[in-house]
Nanobody
Framework: QEQLVESGGGLVQPGGSLRLSCEAS????????MGWYRQAPGKERDLVAV???????KLADSVKDRFTISRDNAKNTVYLQMNSLKPEDTAVYFC??????????WGKGTLVTVSL
């Protein structure tokens, strides 16, 4: 059974940092794209950052200078390093994995709260 295990969310003060991790396990193989989306209360789910198996990266404009995405293909794991966090970064962060055949999977989400 396919499974995405997310970790690293929590409460952090403005200007702080967090690192999110997402490991794909089970029958998830031949992964093409891995990435992160986020959904703030009352808003739509938006792309934060994605990375392909060839290392091509796309970052949302709002996080380009502060967040970094990376992946370990051997571990089927994607990371999101978030620096200089702002209150507007507060959201539930969802891991997203898309296989080479186009089938996609979502994680359950991890809450990031940026507040004093």
């Amino acid at each position: 059974q396919e499974q995405l295990v997310e970790s690293g969310g929590g409460l952090v003060q403005p200007g702080g940092s967090l690192r999110l991790s997402c490991e794909a396990s089970g029958s998830i193989s031949s992964i093409n794209v891995m990435g992160w989306y986020r959904q703030a209360p009352g808003k739509e789910r938006d792309l934060v950052a994605v990375i392909t198996n060839r290392g091509r990266i796309k970052l949302a404009d709002s996080v380009k200078d502060r967040f970094t995405i990376s992946r370990d293909n051997a571990k089927n794991t994607v990371y999101l390093q978030m620096n200089s966090l702002k209150p507007e970064d507060t959201a539930v962060y969802f891991c997203r994995v898309v296989r080479g055949n186009g089938v996609g999977y979502w994680g359950k989400g991890t809450l990031v709260t940026v507040s004093l």
